[in-house]
C-alpha cells in the first residue's frame, strides 16, 4: 500500500521579521514526510528580505514583489489579497500558516477563509488593548485571529488573551516563540556584523521604526539618543535605520551629520544578532527585539507607551519608557550609572521560548489535519 502523498502547506512571509519567525517552522515542516512547505513571498518589505531568506535557506515557490514605493496600507492590502487569493488557488494547500500581525498576515487569514482552508496563526494572541496601538498590527492580528483554526501562542499571557475573546481551549496550543529557535541557531553561527567598534566603550543599539511613532515622537526619540552620547563619552550608540522615508527624513533633520551618533543601513539578521550580541543595551520599539535581547542576557528600554509582550516587563529584563527624550535619558542613565540595576535587567531571563517551538507547531498542524481530513 503507497503512502499518501505529502499535503502542502502554505507558509506567508512579506517581511523580514516573518522571514526570521517563519524560517523554524518551514524548516519543520521539511523535515516531517507529512507535508511539502510552499513559501509565498508578497514582498512587503522588499529590500530586507533577500538577504534574510538566504541565511535560512528560504527559495520562494511563489514571489508576488507587492511592494510599491510610498504604498498606502489599503492599496498594499488589496493587492495581496488579489494575488494570494489567486496563488492559494492553484497552489491548492491543505492548509495557510502565517506569522504575526502584518497586512500580509491580514492578506492571507482572509484568502484562506474565502477558499474554506485552514488557517494556522503564529505568534498569536499579542493585544495591547488599544486598537490603534500599534497601528495597524493590534487591528491586523485581532481581526486575522477571528479566521484561525488553530492559535500559535508563543506565551500564557498570550493564551489568556485569546480565551478572554472567548476562543475555544482546544484551538490554542501554547509553543515558545518561534524566533528564540531562530536566534539561539543564528547566534551560534557568530555572523560577523563588520562595524569598527571600539572594545573599550559601551555600546548601546537602537531600532526606532513603528508608525505610531512618526513625528514628534519619534524626532523626542533621536534628540534623546544625542543628549546620551554626549552626557557619556565612553557610549558608542549605533542606530540601524529602517528605510521608510519617514524614519530617514527624522534623522536627517534631528542627527544629520552629527558624529555622536552612528546612523548605519540596515544589517541582515546573522550580523545584526551578532550586534545585539556585543550590546551593552538596547533601546527599541520593535515587537521582535523586546523577545530576542533578554534570551541575550540584553535589557531592554521600549520606546513606546504600550506592549503586546509584557512578559519580559513583567520578567523585570525590559522596560517601558515611551518617547518622551527626558525619560529615555533618566531610564538608560540608571542602567549606565547603577552596576546593581544593570546587572538586575541583565540576568538573561526569556519569557518567551526554549527553541523548540517549531517542532509543537508542526505537531499540532498535523494533529488538526489527521482529525479534520475530508474532501475538498
Not at 492599496?75 to 500581525?101: H, I, K, N, T, Y
Not at 523586546?290 to 504600550?306: I, N
Not at 499540532?364 to 482529525?371: N, S, T, V
Request: glycine residues 6%; negative net charge; hydrophobic residues 45%.
Amino acid at each position: 500500500m503507497t503512502s499518501p502523498a505529502p499535503a502542502r502547506v502554505a507558509c506567508v512571509l512579506g517581511t523580514r521579521p516573518e522571514v526570521v519567525k517563519m524560517a523554524p517552522v518551514i524548516a519543520a515542516l521539511a523535515r516531517d514526510p507529512r507535508f511539502t512547505p510552499v513559501v509565498i513571498n508578497t514582498g512587503q518589505h522588499r529590500e530586507l528580505l533577500a538577504e534574510t531568506m538566504t541565511l535560512f535557506g528560504i527559495v520562494p515557490d511563489v514571489a508576488l514583489d507587492l511592494m510599491q514605493p510610498g504604498q498606502r496600507l489599503a492599496g498594499f492590502l488589496g493587492r495581496c489579497v488579489e494575488s494570494l487569493d489567486r496563488a492559494l488557488f492553484d497552489m491548492d494547500p491543505a492548509a495557510v500558516v502565517a506569522q504575526g500581525d502584518t497586512s500580509t498576515v491580514l492578506a492571507a487569514a482572509l484568502c484562506a477563509f474565502y477558499q474554506d482552508r485552514p488557517f494556522f496563526h503564529v505568534e498569536a494572541g499579542l493585544r495591547t488593548g488599544d486598537f490603534r496601538n500599534p497601528f495597524p498590527e493590534e487591528m491586523n492580528r485581532e481581526v486575522a485571529s477571528r479566521f484561525a483554526a488553530l492559535h500559535f501562542a508563543p506565551t500564557e499571557a498570550a493564551r489568556a488573551n485569546l480565551l478572554a475573546e472567548r476562543v475555544p481551549d482546544g484551538r490554542i496550543v501554547v509553543t515558545g516563540n518561534t524566533v528564540i529557535d531562530a536566534l539561539l541557531m543564528v547566534r551560534d553561527l557568530a555572523f560577523p556584523h563588520g562595524l569598527p567598534l571600539d572594545p573599550k566603550r559601551r555600546l548601546i543599539v537602537v531600532t526606532a521604526h513603528r508608525r505610531e511613532n512618526f513625528g514628534a515622537p519619534m524626532r523626542g526619540m533621536l534628540r534623546a539618543l544625542k543628549a546620551i552620547a554626549s552626557r557619556w563619552p565612553d557610549v558608542e550608540i549605533v542606530y540601524p535605520a529602517h528605510p521608510n522615508p519617514e524614519v530617514r527624513r527624522a534623522i536627517a533633520d534631528e542627527i544629520g551629520e552629527s558624529a555622536l551618533v552612528r546612523v548605519v543601513e540596515p544589517l541582515s539578521y546573522g550580523p545584526f544578532v551578532s550586534l545585539l550580541d556585543e550590546a551593552t543595551l538596547i533601546l527599541t520599539d520593535s515587537g521582535g527585539i523586546q523577545e530576542e535581547a533578554p534570551a541575550l542576557g540584553k535589557p531592554v528600554l521600549v520606546l513606546r507607551d504600550e506592549t503586546e509582550r509584557p512578559e519580559a516587563i513583567d520578567a523585570g529584563v525590559a522596560r517601558l519608557v515611551g518617547t518622551d527624550e527626558a525619560r529615555i535619558v533618566e531610564e538608560t542613565a540608571r542602567l549606565l550609572d547603577d552596576p546593581a540595576w544593570y546587572r538586575q535587567m541583565a540576568r538573561g531571563a526569556s519569557p518567551y521560548g526554549d527553541g523548540q517551538a517549531a517542532r509543537r507547531i508542526v505537531a499540532a498542524i498535523g494533529r488538526h489535519l489527521e482529525a479534520t481530513a475530508r474532501p475538498r
